[in-house]
RNA sequence: GCAGGGAUAGCCAAGCGGUCAAAGGCGACAGACUCAAAAUCUGUUGGCUUAGUGCCUUCGUAGGUUCGAUUCCUACUCCCUGCACCA
């Protein structure tokens, strides 16, 4: 059995190289062994060591793979084979994200069912996936639209619902005109729909959400526990946004309304009160003789759009109302303002224009008083004269008994001041939304409510799980389809029968990529969501690799999802991914590679002309997988010479090895598991090719092996190609990884071919003064070794490296040819060169 | 504006106190093989020098620390990524 063949499909006509091998042939042909063999199949086994690697599991909206996505899964099969090949428990599973927007947008589109689309590109994705040669557990496979899958959706929706981390409120939400559905606060990206780009509005809305800001604090503290890239930490950090400060309850109309602020010790410098234009009792404090300018304001800032009010400058109207200072009993008054966030804190502010640049431009504006409390220590400020405000330390002034004081110190005096008056108290705020997760849309797992007029909202029983999303519906009509479908929309109350009405929202795809990890470790089971064994020996995932777009989204949800799921006792570990690894981002031609850029090199562009293993040895090679990398349609060739390189040393295997050989594959074992730990995957490679090279005149049979194992991570199928022509009968990629022998290793070897590279490069230079100096090439040359020495020059060798007669002769040779007497200027590790 | 990450020879990309004129790849050039290509192999690829040497100028720009910096510190410029009126 002869499957490669130097001298066939030889191709003259393509201008690309030469295909010297039938790479498909044998890709193919291992792929079936693999899958037949159930290979990459696995099972909990409480003898073996668990390690678990996971991708981001992809989106199958698009029918095909380009370098992108071959990099990013990649990255991660290397790694996986390399803790398999260790002796670990590896699960390595690939699922498909198959609900969602893109979906239904492109399905309408194209006037196909979601469904059927969904379930083409599944079918098409997973052709490509299985062309990679990933070592992923097929058996493992789900999809996130099978009611087998969403049943579960659902099932934790009504757990969460129960212990009530699953509400429906009516609140100012992000509405995607062009989605035609509400978005949560992590999709709205700078005022666009993280999807679409298109503009997002607010729009008051009932909707449903999941209590993520109850965990607003584990969210945080526990990211110590995990093992992930510092900026996706700090942007989750940012993202919670905790704040200590205090809540000062301020009078307005014999009322009191909260504030919070981080400074309250500039709280006698209060000289008005700003309340949120968005603030759902705004009207409460807008006397009749303000209402006309206010209503002016609001539709001022409503005709505007996000990204024209982020330009706008500080707008605001008078409501006529006055607020009493607590703290020293002063009448302020309140303004209405675009500046002020409804949503965070109490949707209101005291206003301190000498120590708060907005405050101040808006003071500014409209003419309000501005009051210094704050001097710095080497100067005394003229409020009339400020340029802007100063927001520094310093020491407290017009602050009654406060005056003298550091402002950092009188933070907590203050705050402490008005806690015993009962006036204030010290708080924390975060800037975390609870998650939004109602959509209007059709593609996604319906949410187990109905609505019944006697019994109000009513959580579908379990035993009526799943609630099947019909497939039956009118995509013509605008909005959600379910709407319009009388079968799914009327439903009996399961607590009184009554005809109720169902709840038409979907989830987002959010909810199903919160748990899918959890899925996996027991995909089939019917009864469950998951078997608690499987799912405790599984979890956590050790390696997570996927994108940074997903930071504070996907990540943050599954975090989320995860702790509540450990609060109501499914599982018994509260961070899902131990270890996280962002891939960086191939570009080509400057661009980021994509479809819609149109600068797309697909998968299969590469496998047909070298084969897959070199697009995938590539890949790695180039770039450390964390750092974007430009694509090169030359490199690519490189590899493809490696991986042809390795083919033909294959040829040259002998029995005997020898302490030369050894040690340096024992060097190379060792280099090559410290780079795969660290994810340098460039480094082990260079390490490996360097070794195929010095070994080009032959190779222990033995040692081969170790190679051939070393570098199969990044080229699985040429390498049990080669391992069972070796006669070996097993797979490659099943086999132990090789252990490295440090007694072996010997630096001596090391520096007798650092020494023979310099006398190989002196000989050449030689060579070359001496044709520059006469022109004439030189002809024989003549190396003097110190006796002990004499061994570590072979002739042979170093003819073929300088393609000229070579003649080596130890310095005490009687017999030995030097006319010129160079024998006298050899040194151990240097060589007298004579050329003529 | 704030936070995080970058800037390395023709290009891509390692290096992160000395062994660095700087790994590896690509490209280019020269040589070997060949009738000739392709493939493969060998060498050169900052400058000037030299029988295997020595010197000079280089790792975004300008300074600094150090016996010594591509590697550490400071400022600046440019690029990317995220957040963005969060009180």
């Known amino acids: ?257 909260p504030i919070f602020t981080t400074r309250p010790d500039t709280i006698y410098g209060v000289t008005f009160m700003v309340i949120s234009a968005q603030h759902p009792r705004l009207m409460e404090l807008v006397t009749k003789e303000q209402k006309k300018e206010v209503e002016l304001l609001l539709k001022k800032i409503k005709s505007k759009n996000e990204k024209e009010i982020e330009e706008l400058e500080k707008e605001g109207a008078f409501t006529g109302s006055y607020a009493i200072n607590p703290i020293n009993n002063q009448k302020i008054p309140v303004y209405c303002g675009n500046f002020v966030v409804a949503d965070y804190g109490c949707g209101m502010v005291m206003a301190v224009p000498a120590h708060d640049e907005r405050d101040y431009q808006f003071a500014k504006k409209y003419k309000i008083l501005i009051k210094v409390v704050i001097n710095p220590d080497t100067y005394e400020f003229n409020a009339e004269k400020m340029s802007r405000a100063y927001t520094a330390d310093g020491r407290l002034v017009n602050s009654e008994k406060f005056n003298g004081w550091s402002n950092r110190e009188a933070i907590d005096a203050i705050t402490e001041h008005l806690s015993k008056k009962k006036l204030g108290k010290k708080t924390v705020n975060f800037k975390l939304r609870d998650w939004l997760v109602s959509r209007q849309r059709y593609w996604g797992t319906p949410i187990p409510i109905i609505y019944c007029d006697k019994c109000g909202t009513v959580p579908v029983a379990e035993k009526n799980l799943p609630v099947l999303l019909p497939e039956k519906v009118d995509f013509k009509v605008s909005g959600n389809p379910l709407a319009t479908i009388p079968e799914f929309l009327n439903a009996k109350c399961p607590k009184c029968g009554k005809i109720g009405r169902r709840e038409t929202d979907t989830m987002g795809g959010f909810v199903d990529s919160s748990w899918y990890f959890l899925r996996f470790c027991d995909n089939k089971n019917k009864n469950k969501p998951f078997n608690q064994d499987s799912v405790n020996y599984w979890m956590p995932v050790d390696q997570y690799i996927g994108g940074a777009e997903h930071a504070v989204m996907h990540l943050m949800y599954a975090r989320f999802f995860i702790k509540a799921l450990k609060d109501m006792g499914y599982v018994k570990f509260d961070e899902p991914f131990m270890k996280l690894f962002n891939q960086g981002i191939v570009y080509k031609n400057g661009a980021k590679m994509s479809k819609s850029k149109g600068n797309v090199v697909f998968q299969t562009d590469i496998s047909n002309k070298y084969g897959i293993d070199t697009a995938r040895l590539f890949l790695m090679v180039v770039s450390s997988p964390d750092k974007q990398m430009e694509w090169s349609d030359q490199g690519v060739e490189g590899s493809f010479r490696i991986i042809n390189r390795l083919i033909r040393l294959s040829e040259k295997t002998t029995k005997e090895s020898d302490p030369r050989q050894d040690s340096k594959i024992n060097i190379t074992i060792k280099k090559v598991n410290e780079s795969i730990e660290k994810f340098e995957y460039p480094k082990a490679i260079i390490s490996i090719v360097e070794c195929i090279d010095s070994f080009s005149e032959g190779i222990s049979r033995k040692n081969f092996e170790i190679i051939l194992k070393l570098i199969s991570l990044f080229t699985p199928h040429m390498c049990e190609e080669l391992w069972s022509k070796l006669g070996n009968k097993d797979f490659i990629s099943l086999s132990d990884w090789p252990v490295c022998d440090e007694k072996k290793i010997d630096s001596k070897f090391e520096e007798m071919e650092r020494n023979l590279e310099k006398a190989v490069g002196d000989i050449i230079n030689v060579l070359r003064i001496i044709k520059d100096k006469t022109g004439k090439d030189g002809e024989k040359v003549y190396v003097y070794v110190v006796p002990f020495e004499v061994n570590n020059y072979n002739t042979d060798l170093l003819q073929k490296r300088l393609g000229k007669e070579v003649h080596v002769f130890a310095v005490n040779d009687k017999n030995k040819y030097d006319p010129e007497g160079k024998a006298g200027k050899a040194k151990p590790g240097k060589p007298g060169i004579f050329v003529e």
């Not at 789900?142 to 429906?168: T, V």
């Not at 995990?226 to 014999?254: A, C, H, L």
């Open 1 to 257: 059995m002869v499957d490669i063949n130097f001298n066939n499909t030889r191709n003259q006509k393509d201008s690309g190289p030469v295909k010297i091998v039938d790479f498909s042939r044998i890709e193919k042909k291992w792929q079936e062994k693999w899958e037949k063999k159930k290979c990459f199949e696995v099972d909990v086994n409480s003898k073996k060591k668990k390690y678990y690697v996971l991708e981001m599991y992809p989106y199958p909206s698009a029918s095909f793979l380009h370098m992108g996505h071959v990099r990013n899964y990649t990255i991660g099969d290397v790694y996986a084979r390399y803790k398999r090949m260790n002796g670990f428990n590896v699960l390595y599973p690939m699922g498909f994200d198959s609900f969602g927007l893109p979906a239904e947008t492109a399905a309408k589109k194209e006037g196909i069912h979601p469904k059927k689309y969904a379930e083409a590109s599944i079918v098409k994705i997973t052709e490509y996936l299985k062309a990679l040669g990933n070592s992923y557990d097929w058996s493992k496979v789900i999809a996130s639209h099978e009611p087998d899958y969403y049943h579960w959706n659902q099932f934790f929706f009504l757990k969460l619902f129960e212990k009530g981390l699953a509400y429906r409120k009516k609140a100012p939400v992000n509405w995607c005109e062009k989605c035609q559905s509400v978005l949560a606060n992590e999709e709205s990206e700078g005022g666009k729909c993280w999807r679409c780009q298109s503009e997002v509005v607010t729009k008051e809305l009932e909707q449903w959400f999941f209590k993520i800001t109850d965990y607003a604090d584990r969210l945080i503290d526990d990211l110590s526990k995990i093992d992930w890239p510092e900026r996706i930490k700090v942007m989750q950090k940012n993202w919670i946004g905790k704040s200590y400060g205090t809540e000062i309850d301020f009078t307005i109309n014999n009322e009191k309304w």
